[in-house]
């Protein structure tokens, strides 16, 4: 009797594993998010010049019916060493819904060791959309090694100013992902 009992509890066992996979069926991938434009800008530092760097963004997401998505930071060049660890919300949806959820974005260092970095022309971009069903992700790495995609210059007096490389393809695609809550 004990024995058939665990027979049939190992049977069970054995067997949710394969009624759950089929519960849930494959999603299909995420179509990309279409970068338009991408700017970075610092002033020269001279007297009377602006103190403020910047960094801009904007993409769409058809994943949400094309909806257009602006996010920006800016900081001061004490401010530097704090963006790399900043999580910017200063993102603006067009068309302003509450169904759309909240984008925000990280500016991290290509590396572990952080070597070579630069908010100019050397860092990764790490978008995150939080709405209702979920989280998704998408990360890029934008400089001038491996695939180029960033170009730009300074200029003798100090201004520098970057964007999307002229060879890349517009809209410039980053491949997003699902995060499991």
């Not at 700017?39 to 910047?54: E, N, V």
């Not at 590396?111 to 992700?137: I, K, P, Y």
Request: net charge positive.
């Amino acid at each position: 009797m004990l024995l058939t009992l665990f027979v049939s509890l190992a049977t069970v066992a054995a067997a949710l594993p394969s009624a759950q996979k089929l519960d849930r069926p494959e999603r299909p991938p995420l179509k990309p998010l279409e970068i338009n434009t991408l700017s970075t800008f610092a002033p020269s530092g001279r007297p009377g010049s602006s103190l403020h760097s910047f960094f801009n963004v904007s993409f769409t997401d058809p994943e949400f019916n094309n909806t257009t998505v602006q996010c920006g930071t800016q900081w001061t060049y004490d401010e530097t060493d704090t963006v790399w660890t900043r999580k910017n919300s200063d993102c603006l949806v067009n068309p302003k819904s509450k169904k759309v959820g909240e984008w925000s974005f990280q500016l991290l260092k290509p590396t572990a060791s952080g070597e070579g970095a630069s908010l100019l022309n050397n860092f990764m971009l790490h978008l995150r959309h939080d709405w209702t069903s979920g989280v998704h992700v998408a990360t890029q790495k934008f400089g001038w090694d491996g695939k180029r995609n960033i170009g730009g210059m300074c200029s003798a007096s100090g201004v520098c100013q970057f964007g999307l490389w002229e060879g890349v393809e517009r809209p410039y695609l980053v491949p997003q992902f699902r995060l499991e809550r």
